[in-house]
Nanobody, 132 residues
Framework: QALLVESGGGLVQPGGSLRLSCAAS????????VGWYRQAPGKEREGVAF?????????YYVDSAKGRFTISRDNGRNMVYLQMNNLKPEDTAVYYC????????????????????????WGQGTQVTVSS
């Protein structure tokens, strides 16, 4: 059974850091494009960062994540990570990862939307709370 499990969330003070992990089981994540998303209470789920299955599209970050978040993948471990630095209270949300096999015509800045449109098996996510 194909499964993604998020972990690594927690309570952190403003300015702190967390590294979220997305572990895949039941399939080879190497071939998939991966996005990180978050949903704050009372808000719609939004894309945060994307990493391509290949070097063609690379990575993409929404403006609020640029310069603070870094997405990476370890294909040998079937994992994708989201390193979050200089966290702010507005980063408080449940964070999710999702995957898709995107066609080559979809550019990186549209990948998060494309993955969210396709992916149906959203998990429990991992809670990130930024508060003093």
């Amino acid at each position: 059974q194909a499964l993604l499990v998020e972990s690594g969330g927690g309570l952190v003070q403003p300015g702190g850091s967390l590294r979220l992990s997305c572990a895949a089981s039941g399939f080879d994540l190497d071939y998939y494009d991966v996005g990180w998303y978050r949903q704050a209470p009372g808000k719609e789920r939004e894309g945060v960062a994307f990493i391509s299955s290949s070097s063609v599209r690379g990575t993409y970050y929404v403006d609020s994540a640029k310069g603070r978040f870094t997405i990476s993948r370890d294909n040998g471990r079937n994992m994708v990570y989201l390193q979050m630095n200089n966290l702010k209270p507005e980063d408080t949300a449940v964070y999710y990862c999702a995957t898709a096999l995107l066609g080559p015509s979809i550019p990186a800045d549209q990948a998060l939307g494309a993955i969210a449109d396709w992916y149906k098996s959203w998990g429990q996510g991992t809670q990130v709370t930024v508060s003093s």
